[in-house]
């Protein structure tokens, strides 16, 4: 789909005929302009925890997802030192912290960093540190450094997302794991490959982003306009806060508005791609998992009130076990994320 497909309008073309956005990774391009990467709905991080809240609870599921996969301990016994790759507000650095001797955590972006440095004194958690590391960069560590790495959600922001895993497997100790969360692009197809999005920014202002989709070439070509307009008040001028929303007569109103424009080109390889590029580097045993927070849902789903726990402790000594024998079970890359890889 390349036009609105009410109006024939295409507004991606648009964009690139009137504002000439210049290209920019992730970082300038969308993670600097975000005083929370997460809206600041996090569990633990930002929200107490409510073991009745499907989405807390799926969120635990994720955190030993990541212990028991990583090889960490319990939280009474704690072991390991953990890189995550791309924290944006501290996660999932700042909920598996308990479980590690340390943690830290790198970002392409000074305001993500800014961002999980101030959460952690916040919360007091004081066995993990942040480091700003430009994109395409080398990491700052010695070979070896790490006994596990986590990466959600954030190689495919990197410019060259294959030398980003060959840096990750170089900081990586020989026996230890990386555990990578991807977006898959499959997900978007008949109807999905061009959307809209829509969030506040900082100081008061807000911006949109065009997302152009190109699946089976496994790119994303995204589109960023910032306005000094409130989020509601940016919503408001569009006939629907949706990329069909997005008229030649809405573009036109919204030209003089426009404070800064700009565009980023993603790599988001299918399972597949990730799959031989960690095997080509020298990874081993590389594998699908069955998602942690999936699975806790699922299971969650199938008690009554009566027998789920009330609390984050119950929670957790439900789901840990559980997770536990989850998480050893391979399950076919065309299932998409997460995968595990060991050095």
């Known amino acids: 789909m390349t036009t609105n497909a009410q109006t024939g309008f295409d507004p991606v073309k648009w964009i690139k005929d009137n504002l000439a956005p210049p290209r920019v990774e992730a970082a300038e391009f969308v993670y600097d302009h975000m005083e929370s990467q997460s809206g600041r709905c996090l569990p633990v991080i930002y929200e107490p925890f409510d073991a009745a809240d499907d989405s807390h609870v799926a969120d635990r599921g994720w955190v030993f997802d990541f212990v028991k996969t990583l090889g960490l301990g319990k939280c009474c016994h704690p072991r390991g030192r953990v890189l995550d790759f791309g924290p944006g507000d501290g996660w999932p650095s700042l909920v598996i912290a308990p479980f590690c001797e340390s943690v830290t955590g790198v970002d392409s972006s000074p305001r993500r960093v800014e961002t999980c440095r101030a959460n952690a004194a916040r919360l007091g958690i004081e066995n993990t540190g942040f480091v700003h590391v430009p994109a395409g960069e080398p990491l700052p560590f010695d070979d070896g450094s790490f006994d596990a790495v ?194």
Request: aromatic content about 8%.
């Open 150 to 343: 986590a990466a959600a959600s954030s190689v495919e922001n990197t410019p060259d997302p294959r030398a980003t895993l060959a840096e990750l497997y170089r900081v990586l100790r020989p026996g230890g794991r990386l555990r990578l969360y991807y977006e898959g692009l499959n997900q978007y197809r008949d109807g999905r490959e061009r959307e809209l999005w829509i969030s506040a920014g900082c100081g008061g202002g807000s911006f949109f982003i065009v997302y152009d989709r190109h699946i089976d070439e496994e790119l994303v070509f995204l589109y960023r306009l910032s306005f000094e307009l409130p989020e509601a008040e940016l919503k408001s001028r569009l006939p629907s806060p949706n990329y069909q929303g997005l008229t030649a007569e809405v573009m036109a109103a919204l030209k003089p508005l426009v404070s800064s424009a700009a565009h980023c080109v993603m790599r988001h390889p299918t399972g597949r791609t990730w799959q031989a590029w960690l095997e080509e580097l020298g990874f081993r045993d590389v594998h699908g998992i069955h998602g942690g927070g999936t699975m806790a849902r699922r299971l969650l789903s199938n008690l009554s009130d009566e027998e789920r726990p009330a609390d984050m402790d119950g929670i957790d000594a439900m789901l840990e076990p559980y997770i536990g024998v989850i998480v050893t079970m391979a399950a076919p890359i065309e299932c998409g994320p997460p995968l595990i890889a060991e050095k």
